[in-house]
């Protein structure tokens, strides 16, 4: 594979090229591209918010297991959230940008930068069959399965939702395409591209490709002359001479910044300010939840659900359970499981039903059920489940459903189910290092008093979220990242600001039952699969 193109790495960059001093009336901005919507927020030094916006987008699925975007709206989003920042948020007193996005999404870009076609999300199930030829590949009889030897290097189960994978698939089925690629990107080191003119990736993204050595940030040449072979494998078409894999951008750290485009800096009203490259969605959710020290536990409900524990070393699970990741904060690592359905799970059943019921109307009819009356429902819906399961063939399934139940007891048994996989997971974390009794909480779903209250009395944790319409953490992370990349470091919300729910020791007997039920359920159905 050749060197990676793009400028060599420079020092952070500066407003004109003046040092960045502390400001105490600046504003850090801080965008999140989420799977349905992008959200803007605009912070003080103080840490206080000063505006948020948020903007949604289609995601196409033209054909069974494909979920498509196009970064066409993403640019259109960022430039309708900047103008609505900027009514309570002037430009000029915008000091740097910070970044953040869903992983892994695979963006394929030309010579220039631009994108090539519809960008790939990680909802998108098509490239397994290539994921299982990549994990062949780099297999060998002395040196273990391929999954193993990958998680052992990546500390990532690669499958088929992985930018590798996912460009291997274009390989054969778009050759068009794949031949016209010069770098393979992620949605947020397309942004920070398109903002800036650079090409890179920071390390947490950076794992979405599916071929990052843990601890060393730098791409394993092994696994990429690995997926070079499983293209092989696949009879795929050589790229007219080229490498079957296109360049990947360079890995920089997280605080990482360039200035402005001239042309951006001009239409929105601000200077060539610092863009920060950033990081994940999960890891600036992290941040920005304030859980910045080993032992603590993020929970980020959105269209999925990530459960990340903070520790201080890579720690791998024999199991591979967890993902391994590098957080913002220096030193530290992020345990990782991701619930696959959860928010996009509880906006389905609110279709379902109709009556213009939503994610929140679901929660409220679940509510109104006792947790043991409910059906057994799965939520693997994805399909499959990744979790503590990593099974990419699991279907949603719902047990137990009898005349007596109505639209009330489907929400408390999704519900239920989410909460059940929440308690898989958490228990992983458990067995692995000495994890807090605090778990905090953001996002869509855990707005919702009731939520919080069963997943702190179905886990035995407090669950803490903070006060208010508060729901953009990841946003808040890459405000603060950006904020700290030019040298300032906002406060985090007072402990006076957050809402606790604790553990009802009354419903303990009660959300023991529903997890029996439940795991019984889902091994039943793991075993029913055929070999």
Same mark, same amino acid.
């Given at each position: 594979?050749?060197?990676?193109?793009?400028?060599?790495?420079?020092?952070?960059?500066?407003?004109?090229?003046?040092?960045?001093?502390?400001?105490?009336?600046?504003?850090?901005?801080?965008?999140?591209?989420?799977?349905?919507?992008?959200?803007?927020?605009?912070?003080?030094?103080?840490?206080? $918010?000063?505006?948020?916006?948020?903007?949604?987008?289609?995601?196409?699925?033209? #054909?069974?297991?494909?979920? /498509?975007?196009?970064?066409?709206?993403?640019?259109?989003?960022?430039?309708?959230?900047?103008?609505?920042?900027?009514?309570?948020?002037?430009?000029?007193?915008?000091?740097?940008?910070?970044?953040?996005?869903?992983?892994?999404?695979?963006?394929?870009?030309?010579?220039?930068?631009?994108?090539?076609?519809?960008?790939?999300?990680?909802?998108?199930?098509?490239?397994?069959?290539?994921?299982?030829?990549?994990?062949?590949?780099?297999?060998?009889?002395?040196?273990?399965?391929?999954?193993?030897?990958? #998680?052992?290097?990546?500390?990532?189960?690669? =499958?088929?939702?992985?930018?590798?994978?996912?460009?291997?698939?274009?390989?054969?089925?778009?050759?068009?395409?794949?031949?016209?690629?010069?770098?393979?990107?992620? @949605?947020?080191?397309?942004?920070?591209?398109?903002?800036?003119?650079?090409?890179?990736?920071?390390?947490?993204?950076?794992?979405?490709?599916?071929?990052?050595?843990?601890?060393?940030?730098?791409?394993?040449?092994?696994?990429?002359?690995?997926?070079?072979?499983?293209?092989?494998?696949?009879?795929?078409?050589?790229?007219?001479?080229?490498?079957?894999?296109?360049?990947?951008?360079?890995?920089?750290?997280?605080?990482?910044?360039?200035?402005?485009?001239?042309?951006?800096?001009?239409?929105?009203?601000? =200077?060539?300010?610092?863009?920060?490259?950033?990081?994940?969605?999960? $890891?600036?959710?992290?941040?920005?939840?304030?859980?910045?020290? @080993?032992?603590?536990?993020? #929970? $980020?409900?959105?269209?999925?659900?990530?459960?990340?524990?903070?520790?201080?070393?890579?720690?791998?699970?024999?199991?591979?359970?967890?993902?391994?990741?590098?957080?913002?904060?220096?030193?530290?690592?992020?345990?990782?499981?991701?619930?696959?359905?959860?928010?996009?799970?509880?906006?389905?059943?609110? /279709?379902?039903?109709?009556?213009?019921?939503? *994610?929140?109307?679901?929660?409220?009819?679940?509510?109104?059920?006792?947790?043991?009356?409910?059906?057994? $429902?799965?939520? #693997?819906?994805?399909?499959?489940?990744?979790?503590?399961?990593?099974?990419?063939?699991?279907?949603?399934?719902?047990?137990?459903?009898?005349?007596?139940?109505?639209?009330?007891?489907?929400?408390?048994?999704?519900?239920?189910?989410?909460?059940? *996989?929440?308690?898989?997971?958490?228990?992983?974390?458990?067995?692995?290092?000495?994890?807090?009794?605090?778990?905090?909480?953001?996002?869509?779903?855990?707005?919702?008093?009731?939520?919080? @209250?069963?997943?702190?009395?179905?886990?035995?944790?407090?669950?803490?979220?903070?006060?208010?319409?508060?729901?953009?953490?990841?946003?808040?992370?890459?405000?603060?990242?950006?904020?700290?990349?030019?040298?300032?470091?906002?406060?985090?919300?007072?402990?006076?600001?957050?809402?606790?729910?604790?553990?009802?020791?009354?419903? @303990?007997?009660?959300?023991?039952?529903?997890?029996?039920?439940? /795991?019984?359920?889902?091994?039943?159905?793991?075993?029913?699969?055929?070999?």
């Amino acid at each position: 594979m050749k060197e990676p193109r793009g400028r060599e790495p420079q020092p952070a960059a500066t407003a004109f090229g003046a040092p960045v001093r502390a400001d105490p009336d600046g504003i850090y901005v801080g965008l999140d591209l989420g799977t349905s919507g992008l959200k803007a927020i605009a912070l003080r030094a103080s840490g206080d $918010v000063v505006a948020k916006a948020s903007i949604g987008y289609p995601t196409s699925r033209p #054909y069974p297991g494909a979920a /498509e975007q196009e970064p066409g709206d993403w640019i259109t989003a960022i430039e309708v959230a900047a103008a609505m920042l900027a009514a309570d948020a002037p430009p000029a007193r915008w000091r740097a940008i910070g970044l953040s996005a869903m992983i892994p999404t695979l963006v394929t870009a030309g010579a220039g930068g631009e994108a090539i076609g519809p960008a790939i999300t990680w909802e998108d199930g098509r490239a397994q069959a290539q994921a299982d030829r990549l994990s062949a590949a780099f297999s060998g009889p002395a040196s273990g399965s391929g999954d193993e030897r990958l #998680y052992q290097i990546t500390g990532q189960r690669i =499958d088929g939702r992985y930018l590798l994978p996912m460009f291997l698939r274009l390989i054969e089925e778009d050759p068009v395409r794949a031949q016209q690629t010069a770098m393979i990107l992620g @949605a947020k080191d397309y942004l920070f591209g398109w903002l800036t003119g650079t090409s890179a990736t920071d390390p947490s993204t950076a794992t979405g490709f599916g071929c990052l050595t843990l601890q060393g940030s730098a791409w394993n040449q092994e696994i990429v002359a690995a997926a070079a072979a499983a293209a092989q494998a696949g009879q795929a078409r050589r790229r007219h001479g080229q490498d079957p894999i296109p360049v990947l951008p360079p890995v920089l750290p997280a605080t990482t910044t360039r200035p402005l485009g001239p042309d951006l800096a001009a239409r929105i009203g601000c =200077d060539r300010i610092p863009v920060c490259l950033g990081a994940a969605d999960s $890891v600036l959710g992290a941040l920005g939840l304030g859980a910045r020290s @080993a032992g603590q536990i993020a #929970y $980020v409900a959105g269209t999925s659900t990530v459960i990340l524990g903070v520790a201080g070393n890579p720690l791998l699970d024999p199991q591979r359970r967890f993902l391994v990741t590098a957080l913002a904060e220096p030193g530290l690592w992020g345990l990782e499981m991701d619930l696959l359905a959860t928010g996009s799970a509880l906006r389905w059943l609110a /279709e379902l039903l109709g009556s213009g019921l939503d *994610e929140a109307g679901v929660i409220a009819l679940a509510a109104r059920v006792n947790p043991a009356d409910a059906p057994v $429902v799965l939520p #693997y819906l994805s399909p499959g489940e990744q979790g503590a399961l990593w099974d990419h063939e699991l279907p949603g399934t719902v047990t137990g459903l009898t005349l007596a139940h109505d639209r009330r007891h489907l929400a408390r048994g999704l519900v239920n189910g989410i909460i059940m *996989e929440s308690r898989r997971c958490l228990a992983v974390l458990d067995q692995t290092a000495a994890f807090g009794a605090d778990l905090l909480v953001a996002g869509g779903g855990a707005q919702a008093a009731s939520f919080r @209250a069963d997943l702190a009395s179905a886990t035995g944790r407090r669950v803490i979220m903070l006060a208010g319409d508060e729901a953009d953490f990841s946003a808040r992370g890459a405000a603060l990242l950006a904020a700290r990349s030019v040298g300032e470091d906002p406060a985090l919300p007072s402990t006076e600001s957050w809402e606790i729910s604790e553990a009802a020791r009354s419903q @303990a007997d009660t959300w023991k039952q529903v997890w029996r039920r439940h /795991e019984q359920a889902s091994l039943m159905l793991r075993s029913a699969k055929p070999s």
